[in-house]
């Protein structure tokens, strides 16, 4: 065990510092979800950082990456999130389908995909919920269905993050019609702007739009936006979902960022809260510390020809909950105020953390809710017999 | 920057679990509880062959010159087996801190035959209220006016204050210290001390890891076969997120206890806080992992039959060792409001921001 940096590490952390010091913009960039000028303004961001090649750091050089380990992409996040760098429009992308393309696909498929992804000249949306297959994501009913050398899709997604307006979806659909639950499903991808695709946005807890639901009728692709086998989609989708809880949704770079402005606000106002805030403020640092030491120690483990297991699912859990009780903490801290909108002439330092907190009630849920994540714990590591 | 064992490092670990699950079930957990003690003197030669007194105590004072990641582990192990025998306390705190006296020959002579195993050694930490197995020791080392003192525990009065952990023998220990006791002075004793404290909380941070496993297991292993409506239970969703939400307790204490034993010898404000935090994060999963596990199993769980009661009794014993909950969160405080803070931060030392 050596808990120490290398000096190829030291110099390229200075190197990845130096370059966002110089590009990140100064005032943050408008929402990527409420609006097409703050989804563009990420869009050019994404241009910026494919340009210096600090897209994905860890995809090979040929799909404009830089084919980097593990633990020099946690150097990268830490000193994205240090540098308050704007949130990644294309995570659809680039954290989940990227890195389930380069398993799974062809290498045609990667030449036509990983390239326009790593760009930002496509952003994706994920297309797997339906009304009636949340949790229980095997009962997924649109079909899409082989004529020749095209599927034609039909059926109803739901609570598809960035698809108001991303460019591509990637869906699960049936491919088999007489199939059930798991088997006879595959991962096809379809452009939101393709004839019969309808996209409605749904409002948030906050008011604003963020997810929406996506139409398909009649939606003719052409069958190379299949990946994987037919009837491989559900394995493939645990793979990529894999990586969604496990490694890269939530970079620990986040929650330590947080975590610091926890205790910065905590400083300001310490004379006024309760002595339980402070042992609060504590254990926020202290629980994204710990997440950060698990994925040092997991990605160690990869780097040296581990997999990634059912430990995703604590992951999962783990950055969900420490992420509540973070702003649960700050809203404490702010006391009367934190009910005030920024736009109140009281608002002082209040902050975005009543939007965080908003948007922290949600990670127990997307991404597969934390029963599911509890389920997969209890059955795969711990060896619980299934219902 | 490598987060992982070294094969031999966990080689080492593996024998040491492969001989407690040989000798430490608990049957015979149970037989020495009827016999009244807490010392199985065929178990403790075993370990003792094994050369692990000497564990931590370096190659030139006749140790194997182990540092504390090499360690923590076997301290693991221990927890999860409910080891009576003071192997953690004696080799991985105790030793150690009386090998950095050996320039003083009664604690060099008493260092030589304590590291072949025929006598073991306690300490009266001013950190610990009480003095751990002080009659099976040949000698206890105080602490007054921060100068410390080696007292054969013959030459002491010491008064036992029984525990409700059927293996812990915590005594007091009162002693008439003198030029004749004393074998280092305060300016000496104080690093040392600190570093006995150190290795004392991670190694009990790393039995109560050992133990909160051990309670989640025992819990898994029940729920796979006690039938209610017609079905283990474990297969209820009550049930399994009940285990579930222990094992992340678990889970997330592993990589900050394995960060804090790797940092151990910076012995600085960073490694400190580390440590006071795997403290804090074992503590919590074993308070999780053994009421999680007496709740799973029912009404056997508040039995005495069942063998849950010894693991919550040492997590409860270990809670308060080497620094209660609040005395550790302090020793966090100290670095979170005191030095940077950030994601670029996590594996600092003193050293770069003198």
């Known amino acids: 065990m050596d808990l120490d940096y290398t000096e190829?590490?030291?110099?390229?952390?200075?190197?990845?510092?130096?370059?966002?010091?110089?590009?990140?913009?100064?005032?943050?960039?408008?929402?990527?979800?409420?609006?097409?000028?703050?989804?563009?303004?990420?869009?050019?961001?994404?241009?910026?950082?494919?340009?210096?090649?600090?897209g994905m750091v860890t995809w090979p050089e040929s799909y404009g990456g830089r084919g980097l380990d593990l633990i020099q992409w946690l150097i990268f996040e830490e000193e994205y999130y240090r540098a308050g760098a704007p949130l990644r429009v294309n995570q659809n992308g680039i954290f989940l389908l990227g890195p389930t393309l380069m398993e799974y696909g062809t290498e045609e498929q990667k030449a036509r995909f990983l390239t326009a992804m790593a760009s930002g000249d496509e952003i994706w949306a994920q297309a797997w919920s339906e009304p009636q297959a949340g949790s229980d994501l095997a009962a997924v009913r649109a079909t899409a269905i082989l004529e020749r050398d095209e599927y034609v899709l039909k059926g109803h997604k739901i609570w598809s993050s960035r698809a108001v307006f991303a460019d591509w979806a990637f869906g699960l659909f049936r491919t088999d019609p007489a199939s059930q639950r798991h088997k006879g499903l595959s991962l096809i991808f379809f452009p939101l702007n393709a004839p019969g695709v309808r996209v409605q946005a749904i409002p948030q807890i906050d008011g604003e739009t963020g997810f929406a639901e996506i139409f398909l009728d009649d939606v003719r692709v052409p069958a190379f936006n299949r990946l994987g086998g037919e009837g491989e989609g559900w394995n493939i989708c645990m793979a990529t979902a894999g990586f969604e809880r496990g490694l890269m949704l939530r970079s620990p770079a986040r929650f330590q960022?947080?975590?610091?402005?926890?205790?910065?606000?905590?400083?300001?106002?310490?004379a006024e809260v309760e002595p339980t805030v402070r042992a609060a403020v504590l254990q926020s640092w202290m629980d994204a510390e710990a997440y950060a030491l698990s994925i040092y120690a997991t990605a160690s483990r990869l780097a040296a020809g581990g997999h990634i297991g059912a430990e995703a699912s604590t992951n999962k859990i783990f950055w969900s909950e420490m992420d509540i009780a973070m702003h649960k903490a700050a809203l404490s801290i702010l006391g009367a105020r934190a009910e005030l909108l920024r736009t109140a002439p009281e608002a002082g330092d209040i902050g975005r953390w009543l939007d965080g907190y908003f948007f922290s009630l949600a990670g127990p849920i997307y991404a597969g809710?934390?029963?599911?994540?509890?389920?997969?714990?209890?059955?795969?590591?711990l060896g619980l017999p299934r219902a | 920057m490598d987060f992982r064992f070294s094969e031999e490092q966990t080689m080492t670990a593996d024998v040491v679990r492969e001989l407690l699950a040989d000798v430490c079930q608990p049957a015979d957990l149970r037989r020495l509880m009827g016999a009244g003690v807490a010392r199985d003197e065929a178990r403790w030669t075993k370990i003792v062959e094994m050369g692990l007194a000497g564990a931590l105590v370096a190659e030139d004072k006749g140790?194997?010159?182990?540092?504390?990641?090499?360690?923590?582990?076997?301290?693991?192990?221990?927890?999860?087996?409910g080891l009576p025998e003071p192997l953690v306390e004696n080799a991985g705190v105790v030793l150690p801190l009386l090998a950095a006296f050996s320039a003083n020959g009664r604690a060099a002579a008493l260092l030589e035959s304590a590291l072949v195993g025929d006598?073991?050694?306690?300490?009266?930490?001013?950190?610990?209220?009480?003095v751990a197995d002080a009659d099976t020791a040949e000698a206890v080392l105080v602490v007054r006016d921060g100068a410390v003192h080696l007292i054969e525990t013959a030459k002491a009065k010491i008064v036992a204050q029984p525990s409700v952990d059927p293996f812990r023998r915590l005594f007091t220990v009162e002693f008439e210290p003198s030029d004749a006791t004393l074998i280092a002075g305060a300016d000496e004793a104080a690093g040392p001390l600190a570093a006995a404290l150190d290795r004392g909380a991670l190694f009990a941070a790393a039995q109560m890891q050992g133990i909160a496993q051990r309670c989640v297991d025992l819990g898994v292993a029940y729920a796979k076969e006690r039938q209610q409506f017609g079905k283990p239970i474990g297969s209820y969703q009550a049930v399994k997120h009940h285990l579930a939400t222990a094992q992340v307790k678990i889970e997330f204490a592993r990589p900050v206890l394995h960060a804090a034993a790797a940092q151990l010898e910076n012995a600085d404000l960073y490694s400190r806080a580390r440590i006071?935090?795997?403290?804090?994060?074992?503590?919590?999963?074993?308070?999780?992992?053994?009421?999680?596990?007496?709740q799973v199993h029912g009404a056997m769980g508040y039995s005495w039959e069942?063998?849950?009661h010894f693991f919550l009794k040492r997590g409860i014993a270990l809670t308060n060792w080497w620094g209660g909950p609040a005395f550790h969160r302090e020793r966090v405080a100290a670095r979170v409001f005191a030095r940077p803070l950030g994601p670029e931060h996590t594996f600092a030392r003193e050293a770069e921001h003198a």
């Not at chain 1, 510092?17 to 563009?40: A, I």
């Not at chain 1, 975590?259 to 106002?269: G, M, S, T």
Request: glycine residues 4%; contains cysteine; proline residues 4%.
């Open chain 1, 8 to 54: 190829q590490q030291k110099a390229f952390r200075q190197e990845v510092r130096s370059w966002l010091e110089k590009h990140v913009p100064g005032k943050p960039l408008p929402s990527f979800d409420t609006s097409r000028e703050g989804f563009e303004a990420h869009r050019a961001w994404e241009r910026v950082l494919a340009d210096g090649r600090w």
């Open chain 1, 257 to 270: 960022v947080a975590a610091r402005k926890l205790v910065e606000l905590f400083k300001a106002h310490e």
């Open chain 1, 369 to 381: 809710s934390n029963e599911i994540q509890r389920n997969i714990i209890a059955e795969r590591m």
């Open chain 2, 63 to 81: 140790g194997l010159g182990l540092s504390a990641i090499d360690f923590v582990q076997i301290a693991e192990a221990c927890g999860y087996a």
């Open chain 2, 119 to 130: 006598v073991t050694v306690t300490v009266a930490h001013p950190t610990n209220p009480f």
């Open chain 2, 276 to 294: 006071s935090q795997a403290k804090l994060a074992c503590t919590d999963a074993s308070d999780v992992a053994a009421r999680t596990s007496i």
């Open chain 2, 306 to 308: 069942v063998d849950v």
